[in-house]
């Protein structure tokens, strides 16, 4: 079985500009969740998505947006973006419906903003 | 607000060592904790996932402790070998955020293990 797959895997951005990145769940995991990870803060989460609902949101600015597809695919956007926005981004999807069922992550999208 | 604390934040150690990494959590309504490990630049693989009613949890070489009622978990790894070299992480996912999947992370503890 296919793991979580993540693209691009690098990016190199300038202030000011918008990117989007991909996230393409396990098959048959309807769950989607998205963290940046900083050497700074750790792993801090974004946002949660399931049967294309944002479930939760954590406390980043509304110039980071998400949305979920039909078949669980899902991509986030950053606006606008800012030195500090250079991190990893990672997702993981998980079985949703069962309160034990572990996430299981990608291999992340390293974005660099100059 | 639940706060995550893994204490050290970097660990030395000879091959051949068993060891112990520390996780402490500040609010005891969780419904599961994962370990995970980070090799450098990759993603985090879960390595074991304890539900709150459970004590622990066993794979391979590694076990999983966990104490809801004193906000600590462990996690002891025998017989360490170069390869289990990576940041360990432990997250939390709290039982009072309804259906959501939202883990509170720490920050991890870097290990290293010296052939």
């Known amino acids: 079985k296919a793991g979580v797959t993540q693209t691009p895997r690098y990016l190199i951005k300038t202030r000011g500009q918008q990117v989007t990145l991909s996230c393409s769940p396990i098959s048959g995991h309807r769950s989607v969740s998205w963290y940046q990870q900083t050497p700074g803060q750790g792993l801090q989460f974004l946002f949660e998505y399931f049967s294309e609902t944002q479930r939760n949101k954590g406390n980043f600015p509304g110039r980071f947006s998400g949305r979920q597809f039909s078949n669980s695919r899902s991509e986030m956007n950053v606006s606008t973006l800012e030195l500090g926005d250079s991190a990893l981004y990672l997702c993981?999807?998980?079985?949703?419906?069962?309160?034990?069922?572990?996430?299981?992550f990608g291999n992340g999208t390293r974005l660099t903003v100059t | 607000k639940q706060e995550v604390t893994q204490i050290p934040a970097a660990l030395s150690v000879p091959e051949g060592e068993n060891l112990v990494l520390n996780c402490s959590f500040t609010?005891?309504?969780?419904?599961?904790l994962q370990w995970f490990r980070q090799d450098p630049g990759k993603g985090l693989t879960s390595l074991l996932l304890i539900q709150s009613s459970q004590r622990e949890q066993t794979s391979g070489r590694l076990n999983a402790s966990l104490d809801k009622s004193s906000g600590r978990s462990t996690l002891y790894i025998a017989a360490s070998q170069p390869g289990d070299s990576a940041t360990y992480l432990c997250a939390v996912r709290p039982g009072t955020q309804g259906g959501s999947e939202k883990l509170v992370f720490g920050k991890g503890t870097k290990l290293t293990v010296n052939p």
């Open positions: 609010d005891s309504a969780i419904y599961n």
């Open positions: 993981a999807s998980s079985l949703s419906g069962v309160h034990n069922s572990p996430l299981h």
